[in-house]
């Protein structure tokens, strides 16, 4: 019995240690499970921070297209003028032409008249010849304004792009932040078990103990009941043999 208690004292200790070692590695899983928690939920805020950056981007480009619509526009008001000028800088020029051909054949009389028309005609085709670099001008400024637009819709892509990753960062991020919880609170639990169980084998142990020690009081106490019997059984060996001797006298003497 007190071998067994022993035994048992021994396993419960080891299994003891055992517990106390599993439970020291789940507080440290516990505390990693924290940590990766904490990086999860750094991440979502990343994630939900570049979401808004590019639908904010998203707005400044549609306001950019906007505003690159209403050039253009304006850009076509002006083509509208200038061609308009450019006609009337032609029909002047060709009016000139006429009114110089007339005053030449008017001979003296209309050489007053000739040379207005000739200053007429000089302005016309400087008003041609600006109307002309206005063209120029304004033809690159539509092709600028149409890169422009090109590379907002390229843009735009690529914003999109960017928000499609976020969101779904964001959603994986947010499954990866359930799911830490998740094992954080079952670590958690098993911290509590485990030191549930060390506690538990601590007892046990302690009992197997004093089971031991009260083991070993009663091999003691069978050991002197033994001793005693054994006495006792000498000194009633012994009376008997006395008992038997007086007998075989008392016979003797009758």
Do not use: P, W, Y
């Not at 004292?9 to 240690?17: L, N, W």
């Not at 306001?63 to 253009?72: F, N, Q």
């Not at 792009?161 to 998740?182: L, P, Y």
């Amino acid at each position: 019995m007190r071998s067994s208690a022993t035994d048992t004292e021994h396993r419960t200790t080891t299994i003891g240690a055992s517990a106390e070692e599993t439970s020291a590695t789940v507080a440290t899983v516990a505390a990693a499970t924290e940590e990766l928690n904490a990086a999860v939920e750094d991440i979502a805020r990343q994630s939900e921070r570049a979401l808004a950056i590019s639908r904010d981007a998203g707005r400044r480009v549609g306001d950019g297209r906007e505003a690159i619509g209403g050039l253009s526009a304006a850009v076509g008001d002006i083509v509208g003028v200038v061609d308009l000028i450019r006609s009337v800088a032609e029909q002047t020029k060709l009016l000139a032409l006429n009114a110089t051909i007339e005053a030449a054949r008017a001979g003296e009389a209309g050489r007053g008249f000739g040379v207005v028309a000739t200053e007429v005609k000089a302005l016309a085709g400087q008003s041609a010849a600006a109307t002309e670099s206005i063209s120029e001008r304004i033809r690159a400024v539509e092709e600028s304004a149409h890169r422009c637009m090109t590379s907002i819709d390229g843009i735009t892509g690529v914003i999109e792009e960017i928000a499609g990753a976020a969101s779904a960062i964001a959603a994986a991020v947010q499954q990866q932040s359930t799911a830490t919880q998740e094992i954080a609170r079952s670590m958690q639990m098993a911290s509590t078990a485990t030191d549930d169980v060390s506690a538990n084998v601590g007892t046990v142990a302690a009992a197997a103990g004093e089971t031991g020690r009260a083991a070993g009081e009663v091999a003691s106490a069978s050991e002197d009941l033994a001793g005693q019997t054994e006495r006792l059984r000498s000194s009633v060996r012994a009376f008997l043999d006395r008992a038997r001797d007086v007998a075989g006298t008392a016979r003797a003497a009758a």
